[in-house]
């Protein structure tokens, strides 16, 4: 190579390539709205699922089947022969022999329905899922790290299936006229984990990659963690409301805040052996119930104080929603103790519920990844 002069000019004719920059969002964004919109329908179907859910419990509807058949399950009776053969089949089991003997083929359709109705809502829920996932998935359309997070959802879905019918098995045993309350606690649970997952990533999608990162850098760290102990102690309040629906535990000591005029109830370590209380113990279930409801007030009520003092509007008014939900949830749980658990308290609570677990997702969100704001409010 010659040797080229300090003084020589530099041949400006060759163009210069300009600095990359945005490595974040070169990345493959797919089709995030369409994704989010997707998973929006689910989420509306998954909180429909848990309401009839609930509704199947609450109206002793849950044994009317006693089989898992995923597939020719999606029929129900056609003729007047299959009503009869389904009827034929309830009667074989402890809860028609031993509550429900009197009970005719057409009070049998009812319950029927219920049971029927939840199990093809569970059916089209795995079908719009892998319709949309394996549509965005051959047409290369999900976002880069996200293939994974949406066949998850597919899983746990599918798992649900499977604990559904574990769950009703637990019923069909001789001298069982209910589902297990503890199996329930876990497709109750299950149900909450997989709402939790939709709406967490129905926010995420909102943001591209490169705003949710710097979104992170802005969180407040104290503030999410706080959130984050608030959902872990809601997710067990959850859990316990399906221990009390599970044995009607709700239906029993009405007088609040005390239970049977004390504050612990009568008897609450009465069967044996003394791990059976904490789920059949209709006293102690309650108790534990109120207990948790309890925690989970004080450690929203705190949360909701420490967000509204963020300098960003939009965490403020997610807090103030929070906070606003776990009054009225509380409000909820009381008056349906009063009043002995009707049906319409009773669904409305588990509505609550929902409401309740999405808000404090949301406002743990934002006070992750906040919005930015400038001096006239957010961006």
């Known amino acids: 190579m010659a040797k080229r002069s300090i003084f020589e000019e530099v041949d400006s004719d060759t ?7 945005g490595l974040i969002d070169a990345a493959r964004q797919g089709a995030r709205g369409l994704i989010r919109l997707w998973l929006l329908i689910l989420f509306v179907m998954v909180v429909a699922m848990i309401l009839i859910g609930g509704l199947t419990r609450l109206t002793d509807s849950g044994l009317s089947i006693t089989e898992w058949a995923p597939f020719s399950g999606a029929i129900p009776p056609l003729s007047a022969a299959d009503w009869q053969a389904q009827f034929a089949a309830y009667q074989t089991t402890d ?22 109705g939840h199990r093809q809502l569970g059916r089209l829920i795995g079908l719009v899922w892998v319709v949309g996932f394996l549509g965005f998935l051959v047409t290369k359309r999900i976002p880069r790290g996200w293939t994974g997070r949406l066949l998850g959802l597919g899983v746990l879905g599918g798992a649900q299936g499977a604990v559904g ?49 710097t979104a992170r850098r802005n969180g407040d760290t104290g503030l999410s963690r706080l959130v984050s102990i608030l959902v872990a102690l809601t997710f067990v309040q959850i859990l316990l409301g399906a221990l009390v629906a599970g044995i ?8 609040w805040p005390l239970m049977a005029g004390g504050i612990l109830p009568p008897d609450p370590l009465s069967l044996e052996p003394i791990w059976r209380n904490f789920f059949e113990n209709d006293g102690l279930v309650q108790f534990m119930h109120r207990i948790a409801g309890y925690l989970v007030v004080a450690v929203g ?20 929603a929070m906070g606003a939900m776990l009054v009225l949830q509380l409000a909820l749980g009381v008056m349906t103790v ?23 997702l949301r406002a743990r969100f934002h006070a992750r990844y906040p919005y930015p704001q400038s001096l006239r409010g957010p961006v």
Do not use: C
């Open 15 to 21: 163009p210069k390539q300009a600095a990359k920059t």
């Open 95 to 116: 809860e028609f022999r031993l509550q429900n003997s009197a009970m005719t083929l057409e009070q049998f359709k009812t319950i029927f329905w219920w049971e029927w």
């Open 165 to 213: 019918w574990w769950m009703v098995s637990s019923g069909l045993g001789a001298g069982v006229v209910d589902v297990a309350s503890y199996r329930l606690a876990v497709h109750l649970g299950l149900a909450f984990v997989i709402l939790g997952l939709i709406t967490w990533y129905v926010l995420r999608l909102a943001r591209s990659a490169h705003e949710t990162m």
């Open 248 to 255: 009607d535990a709700g239906r029993n000591y009405t007088d």
């Open 301 to 320: 009520i705190l949360a909701m104080l420490r967000g509204r003092r963020s300098a960003i509007g939009t965490t403020r008014g997610a807090f103030i």
């Open 338 to 360: 009063l009043y002995s658990a009707p049906l319409t308290l009773a669904i409305l609570h588990q509505l609550g519920a929902v409401a309740l677990w999405v808000l404090i």
